[in-house]
């Protein structure tokens, strides 16, 4: 071969491949391809040798093996020394000094869902394998596999002739990360189906083996507490519109930390309830004030007026374009951290003279429904659930219970009430009006301390109130203290084994009562 440089290019995602090989081969390197990626680049005018023209071996099984040969590992494999030049030269191989290649999409192909032969057909086998030998070599190979790498490829090539060892061993640790996600996504579907699948023959919704692939985006400044070292990991698959995909607009004086980022999950979860323009302000994880209005502006300074005590050092956020109205009403209260799809950018430039305030922008929006699985740590393993999504009104699909049925505000006022509910930590209770919260109880061992603190939090505007708890009463002294505060419409889940004396009560108290029939502890 004339070329003394030689890159193997073989993508599954074509983004970019053609300005990446077209920038390759004007720095002299000579193309190998495969199926479809030569196919692009001859379309594209560049020059091509097809892999099967270079291992004298051609693709067969309706190309099932194409790059597995000696001469492409030999050539990806070979070290700078003369012994394995010569071995190399001995099969009639060359050296390869780059590799491109990502790999088939296993993972959309099961996302899709793909019936089980096409979906076995898209694990890759000759992609993988020489995404290994690349990155097992990176101290010769520059091994690349994602498309946001190219360009600072091309400009190494361009200005050193070569790319740096640091650059090289970098994509190589990607590539692994790559491969093992792979393996991972793979072994995840192979333990969910066959002998691994439910009972009526469909996947198993959580495989015998599970791997979560994550990869480091920062340090924090330290984990819960000073002493605890701690960092932040995205999943590899993370969807758009999720934390760890929103952007930092503003970092204030420092990043994020480990109790900030919690908590901000906490309240973007729980503004992904609402329609409407809604804000949230969460502290230590649970909602302090929740709010729905005309405007976003209206909605936050409602749920700042719901508790401003707690409010102040808070977590907002928020499910509309942060506007300059809204941006003032933020500027007049300490808050650390915005999370928003976006921001104007009058109120960035309003937003961003606080000091220590932190801006993220999520951009795609994520909405209640969503699917996702939940992890918890626990002492040598995890837990691991479905996302607890909304995916109808429970409220209005529940059943009323006691001699009064609520009327239609205090229908609005329960499904407030209980849509903030389920992001409150257990035991839960919160008071609401329509378009607001006035009173939050959260994590009390004994549900009536709970209504008890929601009350005291809510005062004089609890009169007329509603009220939801995540989970049944036990008995009916919750049910009392609520009467006592002045609420008049209740919406809990049922079923204690005191439902009979919790109905009794209520309707002592003359309040409507609707039973969910779902309980939504957060632990």
Same mark, same amino acid.
């Given at each position: 071969m004339a070329s003394s440089k030689r890159a193997l290019i073989s993508v599954s995602d074509k983004t970019g491949v053609v300005e990446f090989a077209q920038g390759l081969s004007e720095l002299g390197f000579e193309l190998l391809s495969t199926g479809g990626t030569a196919k692009a680049l001859r379309d594209a005018g560049l020059p091509v040798t097809d892999v099967s023209a270079y291992t004298e071996s051609p693709e067969i099984m309706d190309g099932r093996v194409k790059t597995l040969h000696p001469r492409v590992h030999g050539g990806i494999l070979m070290r700078d020394r003369d012994d394995d030049r010569a071995a190399l030269a001995s099969i009639g191989g060359a050296p390869i000094d780059l590799v491109c290649v990502n790999l088939y999409p296993f993972e959309a192909t099961v996302a899709r869902g793909a019936s089980h032969d096409e979906i076995i057909e898209n694990i890759d086998i000759g992609g993988p394998s020489m995404v290994r030998s690349a990155a097992k070599n990176h101290d010769r190979v520059t091994i690349v596999t994602d498309p946001a790498d190219y360009a600072v490829v091309i400009e190494e090539l361009a200005?050193?002739?070569?790319?740096?060892?640091?650059?090289r061993q970098r994509l190589a640790a990607k590539a692994f990360?790559?491969?093992?996600?792979?393996?991972?996504?793979?072994?995840?579907?192979?333990?969910?189906?066959?002998?691994?699948?439910?009972?009526?023959?469909?996947?198993?919704?959580?495989?015998?083996?599970?791997?979560?692939?994550?990869?480091?985006?920062?340090?924090?400044?330290?984990?819960?507490?000073?002493?605890?070292?701690?960092?932040?990991?995205?999943?590899?698959? !993370?969807?758009?519109?999720? +934390?760890?995909?929103?952007?930092?607009?503003?970092?204030?004086?420092?990043?994020?930390?480990?109790?900030?980022?919690?908590?901000?999950?906490?309240?973007?979860?729980?503004?992904?309830?609402f329609a409407e323009p809604a804000a949230v302000i969460v502290k230590h994880t649970n909602p302090c004030g929740v709010a729905r209005a005309a405007t +976003?502006? !209206?909605?936050?300074?409602?749920?700042?007026?719901?508790?401003?005590?707690?409010?102040?050092?808070?977590?907002?956020?928020?499910?509309?374009?942060?506007?300059?109205?809204?941006?003032? @009403?933020?500027?007049?209260?300490?808050?650390?951290?915005?999370?928003?799809?976006?921001?104007?950018?009058?109120?960035?430039?309003?937003?961003?003279?606080?000091?220590?305030?932190? +801006?993220?922008?999520?951009?795609?929006?994520?909405?209640?429904?969503?699917?996702?699985?939940?992890?918890?740590?626990?002492?040598?393993?995890?837990?691991? /659930?479905?996302?607890?999504?909304?995916?109808?009104?429970?409220?209005?699909?529940?059943?009323?219970?006691?001699?009064?049925a609520p009327t239609e505000q205090e229908l609005r006022a329960l499904e407030m009430a209980w849509?903030?509910?389920?992001?409150?930590?257990?035991?839960?209770?919160?008071?609401?009006?329509?378009?607001?919260?006035?009173?939050?109880?959260?994590?009390?061992?004994?549900?009536?301390?709970?209504? /008890?603190?929601? @009350?005291?939090?809510?005062?004089?505007?609890?009169?007329? @109130?509603?009220?939801?708890?995540?989970?049944?009463?036990?008995?009916?002294?919750?049910?009392?203290? !609520?009467?006592?505060?002045?609420?008049?419409?209740?919406? /809990?889940?049922?079923?204690?084994?005191?439902d009979d004396e919790v109905i009794a009560a209520a309707d002592a108290a003359g309040i409507a009562m609707i039973f969910t029939g779902t309980r939504h502890f957060r632990h």
């Open positions: 200005q050193l002739g070569s790319t740096q060892l640091a650059t990360s790559h491969t093992a996600a792979y393996d991972g996504a793979i072994a995840a579907y192979m333990t969910s189906t066959g002998p691994f699948a439910a009972a009526d023959g469909t996947r198993a919704r959580f495989p015998a083996t599970l791997t979560v692939s994550l990869e480091k985006v920062y340090d924090v400044r330290y984990g819960e507490n000073p002493h605890q070292a701690g960092a932040f990991y995205r999943e590899r698959t !993370a969807p758009e519109g999720s +934390l760890s995909r929103a952007r930092s607009l503003g970092a204030g004086g420092k990043e994020l930390s480990f109790n900030n980022l919690v908590d901000v999950d906490a309240a973007l979860d729980a503004v992904r309830e +976003l502006e !209206a909605a936050y300074r409602a749920a700042r007026a719901a508790d401003e005590t707690s409010a102040f050092g808070g977590i907002v956020a928020l499910n509309r374009e942060v506007d300059i109205a809204t941006a003032e @009403a933020i500027a007049e209260t300490f808050i650390e951290c915005v999370v928003a799809p976006a921001f104007a950018d009058a109120a960035l430039e309003r937003l961003r003279k606080k000091s220590q305030l932190r +801006l993220l922008a999520t951009g795609a929006w994520l909405g209640p429904e969503f699917e996702e699985l939940h992890y918890k740590r626990i002492g040598g393993g995890f837990v691991v /659930q479905d996302r607890d999504r909304t995916i109808q009104d429970e409220v209005r699909a529940g059943k009323v219970v006691t001699r009064r849509r903030v509910c389920k992001h409150v930590k257990s035991n839960a209770i919160v008071f609401a009006h329509e378009d607001r919260t006035v009173g939050v109880g959260a994590g009390q061992m004994a549900r009536v301390t709970s209504v /008890q603190i929601a @009350a005291q939090k809510a005062g004089d505007l609890a009169k007329g @109130a509603a009220m939801a708890s995540d989970a049944f009463f036990p008995f009916a002294d919750g049910i009392e203290a !609520a009467a006592a505060a002045g609420i008049t419409a209740i919406a /809990q889940p049922g079923g204690s084994k005191k």
